[in-house]
């Protein structure tokens, strides 16, 4: 190995009996303290705010020397970018193109599968965004129906939606209420709810 490395057998034999230098000492402090931090943070933190929540505590340290310790160690936080919401967002449609406002704003029933509300919103996770859409009953509050996916589309409703008849199996005159976005205005959504006789769209 020392011809490999052109290096003389007593010089790696010094190296290896060397003691640590104070520089590496203190990295290797700093190096657990950092650690807790960024544990303790859930790893969220960078380096700027793990060096922030050191000096608060009273630990000397630059702030360059913890971020070249989070690099060699492999420790990254979350970026600012993921935690802003999704660019592509639904898009709202006008009340024209979309079905007609059965429920009148009267968010109330008198029993259960009478009128349901149907919703999509998204979940920052470690993988990237997931898309959830979900059917809740208006009298409980039930979740009834309910599909999760990367990509928010018509067929994410359509999921949630088909759920939601297959486990509660309403009568005929449940309304489905959903918001103006435009997966809920796509026309394979509509054709879906309306070619129910069970539910009125």
């Known amino acids: 190995m020392c011809r490999v490395l052109h290096v003389s057998r007593q010089g790696y034999y010094q190296w290896k009996?060397?003691?640590?230098?104070?520089?590496?000492?203190?990295?290797?402090?700093?190096?657990?303290?950092?650690?807790r931090v960024w544990e303790e943070s859930r790893r969220i933190?960078?380096?700027?705010?793990v060096f922030r929540h050191l000096s608060k505590e009273g630990v000397s340290t630059s702030r360059k020397r913890v971020a070249r310790i989070m690099?060699?160690?492999?420790?990254?936080?979350?970026?600012?970018?993921?935690?802003?919401?999704?660019?592509?967002?639904?898009?709202?449609?006008?009340?024209?193109?979309g079905a007609p406002d059965l429920v009148k704003r009267h968010f109330d029933a008198d029993g259960p599968d009478q009128a349901w509300f149907a919703d999509i919103t998204y979940v920052r996770t470690h993988q990237g965004w997931l898309y959830l859409a979900v059917v809740m009953d208006i009298w409980s509050r039930m979740?009834?129906?309910?599909?999760?996916?990367?990509?928010?589309?018509?067929?994410?409703?359509?999921?949630?939606?088909?759920?939601?008849?297959?486990?509660?199996?309403?009568?005929?005159?449940?309304?489905?209420?959903?918001?103006?976005?435009?997966?809920?205005?796509?026309p394979q959504y509509r054709h879906f709810r309306s070619s129910r006789r069970d539910i009125a769209a």
């Open 45 to 49: 933190y960078g380096a700027p705010k």
């Open 71 to 97: 690099r060699e160690r492999g420790w990254v936080g979350v970026s600012r970018r993921c935690a802003k919401s999704p660019d592509n967002r639904e898009k709202r449609v006008s009340r024209k193109d």
């Open 143 to 186: 979740i009834v129906g309910w599909s999760m996916g990367d990509r928010i589309d018509a067929r994410l409703a359509d999921d949630a939606l088909r759920m939601a008849i297959a486990r509660r199996r309403p009568q005929e005159g449940c309304l489905h209420h959903s918001d103006h976005a435009a997966e809920s205005a796509k």
């Open 17 to 35: 009996r060397r003691r640590p230098s104070a520089h590496a000492v203190r990295d290797a402090e700093l190096a657990s303290e950092i650690s």
